[in-house]
């Protein structure tokens, strides 16, 4: 179910699809989704949450995974894992400092 916040590049982000994959399944034309939406995540019939809004570590040596909460910046985020808005940005394919709730970050 859509939340505030959410867009289909980081609900497809997390579910390990492809914006494209993810429109397919649900039949979408345009990137617009709407809060309490549901969208299919997968061909099987269960439904699951599309985000949630808390941090967690992956099991991989020193990188990390962040989900962006509301309030979020790439500044406070490299303050808080004395990293850099740079290496945030290279390690995640962003071209741009804006960042949206729910998307999920990988933290050097």
Known sequence: TVKSGDSLWAIATKYGLTVNKLKELNSLSTNTIYIGQSLKVSNKSTT?????NSSSSSTSSDKKTYTVKSGDSLW??????NTTVTQIKSANHLSSDIIYVGQILTIN
């Open 48 to 52: 699951t949450s599309s985000t949630t």
């Open 76 to 81: 406070q985020l490299a303050v808080k894992y």
